[in-house]
Antibody
């Protein structure tokens, strides 16, 4: 059974940092591009980062470029999202996923940016 | 960035109805368009990939069509369990972008 389990969310002040983790199991993690997708409360979906199978290529939209860093450890079947200089508009549920051809999603982890 | 305009935003239909949801891309995305279903409190679920390919395990009442800039998700006979919000996603070029969603409710 495929499982993606996110952790590391919580309440953080604006301007501070937070690192999300995602533990994968039930599939060959190293064979898949992975992503972080977020959803602000009662809002739509936003794709915030993608990483290639080896980790050599990463992609970010302008909204998070320069502040967020996606990384992976294939030996540990783990995905990460380092979030720096957080803003109130980063408040969202963050999903670890490989959702393009496969339908792999975590349950989501909430990040709240507020003073 | 490619903008995805999804319509309608809200849809009310009866059990057994044929339902259609549309997505229009701001430029050509070939067939790189996926459809997702999201129920309250859950992660999205992939229904259709590459415009018209049914994901494994998804009921055949769901279908997708289109290419280029105009795409449609069709539910041939609405069932109560289809109440959800539906999103399109273009994965033709980075940054990948979602439509704003269509909330589907039972009449």
């Amino acid at each position: 059974e495929v499982q993606l389990v996110e952790s590391g969310g919580g309440l953080v002040q604006p301007g501070r940092s937070l690192k999300l983790s995602c533990a994968a199991s039930g599939f060959t993690f190293s064979n898949y591009y992975m992503a972080w997708v977020r959803q602000a409360p009662k809002k739509g979906l936003e794709w915030v980062a993608t990483i290639s199978t080896s980790g050599s290529r990463t992609y970010y939209p302008d909204s998070v470029k320069g502040r967020f860093t996606i990384s992976r450890d294939n030996a540990k079947s783990s995905l990460y999202l380092q979030m720096n200089s957080l803003k109130s508009e980063d408040t969202a549920t963050y999903y670890c996923a490989s959702p393009i051809r496969t339908d792999y999603w975590g349950q989501g982890v909430m990040v709240t940016v507020s003073s | 960035d490619i903008q995805m305009t999804q319509s309608p935003s809200f849809l009310s239909a009866s059990v057994g109805d044929r339902v259609t949801i549309n997505c229009k891309a701001s430029q050509n995305i070939n067939r790189y368009l996926n459809w997702y279903q999201q129920k309250l409190g859950e992660a999205p679920k992939l229904l259709i990939y590459n415009a018209n390919s049914l994901q494994t395990g998804i009921p055949s009442r769901f279908s997708g069509s289109g290419s280029g800039t105009d795409f449609t998700l069709t539910i041939s006979s609405l069932q109560p369990e289809d109440v959800a919000t539906y999103f399109c996603l273009q994965h033709n070029s980075w940054p990948y972008t979602f439509g704003a969603g269509t909330k589907l409710e039972l009449k």
